[in-house]
């Protein structure tokens, strides 16, 4: 049953400090933007928030800049792209399609023009879906997330944010401000496998960077995004791909569900670590 | 709330998290745009918001306070490319049932003159036609498009005309 758009409470700061103080009162509030997933579980009666904070008119969130401004990671040689940015923006970027194309590859790849116009880099982290496409690609790019209170500011590797299925290490007062991308040395992979080509949730998604680190990390294969070190670390060594693929199958647990079987998981995530040190050689 | 639909200013009493859709469809009698999925899959109930293509199922009403929404009913009134589109769908059979095409015809207006095939077919991504006439969509979509404008030569353009003139 769709929920009675009167019953829902909508509180619109007109700028990051005041969100930050209007949550630090009041954590119960939940953060909105694009909508994108918001609108969906409001509309399938899925979602039990009725109160909620506006994010999306916060200009102070957007933009990507790269290097300088001593924010962007080590030597300022980091990007640092703003939560709200669009899947949309993150596709017109000069700079992330140079630095990092996987992610532009991930975004493209993410439902139609629609949903890019208003999906949003923070919102696919914040939901914490375990299908979400921009996830593995930031898991592989060793993202920060950038995380916001009242209270002051920090910053959480991408593998250390989420602690299980849809939960994270962000507090209720926290909004998540920037995502920071450190240089990345090496070939970039990007693979989603869905029911279609085009317009379908994933069953399986896989980026990866073969450089002098080399790290892969898989999507819809556990409660979170996971990050393959073991796997990583055999193809590293100079291990062959099938001891990547076995050690691959002891670091993931996908499960069947209603887009696929646990099986074909498994066996397609084999498949794309062997494609993707195949292709970046 | 006021918003600026089919370029018309309307203020509108509406809750904050009320659909988009609902707004157009309840509380300003603008049918045209449709309801297809409600989750952000199909596209038919496609406008725009600002120039830029939105699901209407998935946005609040309080991101159109003071934007200007076009629908289906004033891209076809206020925009010449629409009104070739619709004639374009006619004669192309890129309509079947119906249900998709407004959605089609609007996310098809943010399309520029000269596109090709594959830009037409990437804008129209997040529309879906469950009678799956989609080459005959494309195809009026196609048909409708201006070829590209000539605008004024690049300064590269010209600085190869001028080396050619000099070599003859």
């Not at chain 1, 994933?202 to 990866?208: E, Q, R, V, Y």
């Amino acid at each position: 049953m769709p929920v009675d758009a009167r019953t829902l409470a909508l509180q619109r700061p007109r700028s990051l400090k005041s969100a930050l103080a209007m949550l630090s009162k009041d954590p119960a509030l939940t953060p909105i933007a694009g909508c994108t997933d918001v609108f969906v579980g409001l509309h399938f009666g899925t979602l039990d928030q009725r109160r909620f904070i506006d994010l999306w008119g916060l200009d102070e969130l957007r933009g990507i800049a790269a290097g300088g401004a001593g924010r962007a990671g080590k030597a300022g040689q980091g990007l640092r792209i703003g939560a709200l940015t669009t899947y949309s923006e993150i596709i017109a970027s000069p700079i992330i399609r140079k630095r990092v194309p996987m992610l532009v590859a991930a975004a493209r790849e993410i439902g139609g023009a629609q949903i890019q116009n208003r999906g949003t880099l923070g919102g696919n982290i914040a939901n914490a879906s375990p299908a979400g496409d921009s996830l593995p690609v930031l898991a592989a790019a060793d993202a920060r997330i950038v995380l916001r209170s009242a209270g002051g500011e920090r910053r959480v590797p991408f593998d250390e944010f989420y602690t299980g299925y849809r939960a994270s290490v962000r507090q209720p007062d926290e909004l998540i401000t920037a995502i920071e991308i450190p240089p990345i040395a090496g070939r970039q992979w990007w693979r989603k496998v869905g029911t279609r080509r085009a317009q379908a949730i994933s069953k399986i998604m896989f980026a990866g960077v073969n450089g002098p680190v080399v790290r892969m990390a898989i999507g819809s294969v556990a409660p979170t995004v996971v990050l393959a070190r073991k796997a990583a670390a055999v193809l590293a060594g100079g291990g062959t791909v099938a001891a990547a693929q076995a050690a691959l199958k002891d670091e993931i647990a996908p499960i069947d569900d209603v887009r696929s079987t646990g099986g074909y998981r498994l066996q397609v995530a084999a498949n794309l670590l062997a494609e993707f040190w195949r292709d970046t050689k | 709330m006021i918003v600026t639909i089919n370029g018309k200013k309307r203020r509108l009493d509406v809750p904050p998290m009320a659909r988009l859709l609902d707004v157009l469809r309840e509380d300003c009698g603008l049918t045209g745009t449709k309801e297809g999925c409600g989750e952000g899959e199909c596209g038919a109930c496609t406008v725009l918001v600002d120039g830029v293509a939105v699901d209407s199922c998935l946005v609040p009403a309080a991101h159109v306070d003071g934007c200007k929404v076009v629908t289906v009913e004033g891209a076809a009134a206020a925009k010449r490319s629409a009104r070739a589109l619709q004639n374009a769908f006619v004669e192309h059979g890129g309509a079947q049932c119906g249900i998709c095409t407004p959605g089609m015809i609007v996310a098809a207006c943010t399309l520029k003159a000269g596109c090709s095939r594959d830009e037409i077919k990437r804008a129209l991504a997040g529309n879906l036609c469950r009678c799956t006439g989609y080459i005959s969509i494309f195809n009026s979509v196609e048909a409708a498009l201006p070829p590209a404008r000539k605008g004024p030569p690049s300064r590269l353009a010209l600085r190869r005309a001028n080396a050619r003139a000099r070599r003859r």
